[in-house]
């Protein structure tokens, strides 16, 4: 699963001779602290964003050393000439007091990035200076996004983020950092502080995230059918347990099961006609005779 996550560019550096040693880790001959210039970016975070989704603090701190020597691009274009910086420090630092919507003590995680002081560089650090350029969104891979309600994969279960159940809201939690590819100036940030978008082909990711979506939604209305045709058929099981039964099954179980109890509530509750002839008018069920015509 790819995703990004929006952030922004924190402040500058002082280039000290810790931070060149750790730089000079990077590059290919020694530099020296007036060739270079060095900023601070936040990264991503661990709060819940405006797609419902969020990275853990577990997960911020398998992607840290992911994203050490990654380049610094311009929305996302793969490309070497798009190159302008380079992370070579990054950290997971708390901010107390703060909690996120998801209970944990909120934390980012930062970056530290530097580049060459040359022509073609000086008016994108003057712009980082003014704080024009100062949103960064990066990319990166995660295995799995689990379900805040029920601990299952999104994509197998009957929730739906952003949602509320019980007095509980829905998100995505992503785990388990598998890469980071990349971080990149951006124009405008798709959430405040942090958020995801869909970055590695996102046309084709949105529309398959959005039949995932209607899966999902048909799979839920499938269990809540055969729930209701569970009790018009006389299985003489208590709501909850037909629920449990339903959320174990898929698509074709829940189908196949879906048309047995059509059946059988179809034999218990057969279809009554108002109107009655040969006869029928002059005797009408005492049932139906709410409906007599």
């Not at 949103?135 to 739906?160: N, Y």
Request: proline content about 4%.
């Amino acid at each position: 699963m790819n995703v990004t996550k929006q952030a922004g560019v924190d402040r500058g550096l002082e280039v000290d001779q810790r931070e060149l040693e750790q730089i000079n880790a990077m590059s290919r001959r020694p530099l020296n602290a007036e060739e270079v210039y060095a900023f601070a970016v936040r990264l991503c975070d661990n709060e819940v964003d405006r797609d419902h989704e969020r990275f853990p603090t577990a997960t911020l701190e398998e992607l840290a050393p992911l994203f050490v020597g990654k380049s610094g691009l311009f929305d996302h274009q793969w490309s070497a000439r798009g190159q302008t910086a380079r992370l070579y420090r990054t950290e997971l630092v708390q901010e107390p007091g703060r909690t996120t919507r998801a209970g944990e003590g909120y934390c980012y995680l930062k970056g530290c990035a530097y580049m060459l002081r040359t022509e073609s560089n000086r008016e994108l650090i003057a712009e980082i200076e003014a704080g024009i350029k100062k949103e960064v969104s990066v990319g990166c891979a995660v295995e799995r996004a689990v379900c805040s309600i029920c601990g299952e994969p999104m994509d197998q279960c009957p929730h739906e983020k952003g949602e509320n159940y019980g007095g509980a809201e829905c998100w995505a939690e992503l785990t388990g950092a598998a890469d980071a590819y990349e971080w990149s100036f951006v124009a405008v940030p798709a959430q405040p502080m942090a958020g995801v978008i869909k970055a590695m082909d996102r046309d084709g990711r949105s529309r398959l995230e959005r039949e995932a979506a209607l899966g999902r939604k048909y799979l839920q209305q499938l269990r809540q059918e055969v729930v209701r045709l569970g009790g018009l058929s006389g299985l003489e099981l208590e709501h909850g347990v037909l629920c449990r039964i339903a959320r174990a099954l898929e698509e074709p179980e829940l189908d196949a099961l879906r048309r047995s109890l059509e059946r059988q509530a179809d034999r218990n509750y057969p279809v009554q006609t108002q109107l009655h002839y040969d006869g029928g008018a002059d005797r009408p069920d005492e049932r139906d005779g709410a409906f007599r015509i």
